[in-house]
Nanobody, 114 residues
């Protein structure tokens, strides 16, 4: 069973940057397409970025041009570099497969506020 641990969130001012990290264990990480998801209070969880096993990437329109997803298969990690952050980016961020499967980690809170 795959376990996922997210980190790197925090409080940042509008226009700032954060780098989120996800560490996976318990499964063959390199065979999965991976994604970063977020969930704001009262909202559905949404996919914001994904990266394939072949390192192709896709982004939600809201993230395009501001966020970059990457992965390091040797370390079983996936990253989300976020720049020019906006208040509407405030959410709990999670990593998982794309499509998602199984249970979710605890997530990491990102708060964008002045």
């Amino acid at each position: 069973q795959v376990q996922l641990v997210e980190s790197g969130g925090g409080l940042v001012q509008p226009g700032g940057s954060l780098r989120l990290s996800c560490t996976a264990s318990g499964g063959p990480f390199s065979v999965y397409n991976m994604g970063w998801y977020r969930q704001a209070p009262g909202k559905q969880r949404e996919l914001v970025a994904s990266i394939t096993r072949g390192f192709g990437t896709n982004y939600a329109d809201s993230a395009k041009g501001r966020f970059t997803i990457s992965r390091d298969n040797a370390q079983n990690k996936v990253y989300l570099q976020m720049g020019n952050l906006k208040p509407e980016d405030t959410a709990v961020y999670y990593c998982n497969g794309d499509p998602y499967v199984g249970s979710w980690g605890q997530g990491t809170q990102v708060t964008v506020s002045s």
